[in-house]
């Protein structure tokens, strides 16, 4: 079984259109988050979100705007899309608190034209 | 604010040869710091953490406070440990995770 899954995997899309990146993850964890691989491999939080509640906001732009329907969910969507998006996205999961290990999912590479 | 460094993006080492990949970080507290590895086309995942004490695959690290580093050793690679390798901090329990950039390590035959 899949612990952490994303979709799509691939993402290929204009500038100015709006997309949406969808997470689900299988283990009852409560925290959930998003991060952004660019292109020379450095990852960095987006957001993280406790049992659907907004903890961690880093400084992204107002066109990203993650939104969690449950504790299992947490999608991502994208507006007006520009070239500097471009990068792989991982969602990942963990228990709450502690020093847990976060269990990530396989990756949507998101490709701006 | 934290910071986690390490100094090598490529790492080349022969199979049997020790490896060193190098983690410093920054950080005024006591932070909790993990690897964490990416097998290629496979996800990132856990190869092990400060607070275990453990040794997985062979590889092992120290946390040395002094030197505010968190280092990854394994003293004889094999070509299958060819992959990334990503240092974390941690600084506080439930926190979020900082990442190095991330050292892609290749062992040849």
């Known amino acids: 079984d899949t612990a952490v899954s994303q979709t799509p995997k691939y993402l290929v899309t204009q500038m100015g259109n709006d997309k949406s990146i969808k997470c689900e993850q299988n283990?009852?964890?409560?925290?959930m988050y998003w991060y952004k691989q660019d292109s020379k491999k450095f990852l960095k939080i987006m957001f993280s979100?406790?049992?659907?509640?907004?903890?961690i906001n880093e400084t992204v732009p107002n066109r990203f705007s993650p939104k969690s329907p449950d504790k299992a969910h947490l999608n991502l969507h994208i507006n007006s899309l520009e070239l500097g998006d471009s990068a792989v996205y991982f969602c990942?999961?963990?228990?709450?608190?502690?020093?847990?290990?976060?269990?990530f999912g396989p990756g949507t590479r998101l490709t701006v034209t | 604010a934290q910071r986690v460094t390490q100094p090598e993006k490529l790492l080349s080492v022969f199979k049997g040869a020790p490896v060193e990949l190098k983690c410093n970080y920054s950080y005024s507290g006591s932070p909790e710091l993990f690897w964490y590895v990416q097998y290629s086309r496979q996800r990132l995942q856990l190869l092990l953490r400060?607070?275990s004490r453990e040794s997985i695959k062979g590889f092992t690290a120290d946390l040395n406070k002094g030197e505010t580093s968190f280092h990854l050793k394994k003293p004889f690679a094999q070509e299958e440990d060819s992959a990334m390798y990503y240092c974390a901090l941690q600084e506080t329990s439930g926190s979020r995770l900082t990442f190095g950039e991330g050292t892609q390590l290749t062992v040849n035959p």
């Open positions: 979100y406790n049992n659907k509640e907004l903890i």
């Open positions: 283990l009852g964890h409560d925290t």
């Open positions: 400060h607070i």
């Open positions: 990942a999961s963990s228990q709450l608190g502690g020093y847990y290990e976060q269990y």
